[in-house]
């Protein structure tokens, strides 16, 4: 019956993180959309056509303080300075899905 308990309990933690795993891939690629068709224009690449040192790298998202999806979703939502706030035109959702996007390419280098 122990035996039969665990068996259950590992099946059950593979699909909940499979699942998961499988909306966080959705997650990135709705991301990537919405960065190409919001912010790309400003930030292809990751680099910044207005502002050269605040880009969306790894290095200059820790030197600002915007290494960690809550300060990404923030600046998103509320904007600041020369961005521009997308509180009006994303959902929730989109927004965290688009700040996903940008750590996750952020790690890779932008490649």
Do not use: P
């Not at 499988?22 to 990135?28: H, K, L, N």
């Amino acid at each position: 019956m122990k035996n039969l308990f665990t068996l259950i309990l590992v099946t059950f933690l593979l699909l909940t993180s499979t699942f998961n795993l499988s909306a966080s891939a959705a997650d990135i690629v709705n991301g990537e959309q919405i960065f190409s068709f919001h912010c790309a224009g400003c930030h292809i690449n990751g680099s910044n056509i207005i502002r050269r040192g605040k880009n969306l790298k790894k290095q200059a998202l820790k030197k600002y303080g915007m290494d960690s999806l809550e300060a990404v979703t923030s600046i998103v939502t509320n904007g600041k300075n020369n961005m521009s706030a997308y509180k009006d035109r994303l959902s929730e959702q989109q927004i965290e899905e688009v700040s996903a996007y940008v750590l996750e390419q952020a790690e890779k280098g932008w490649r």
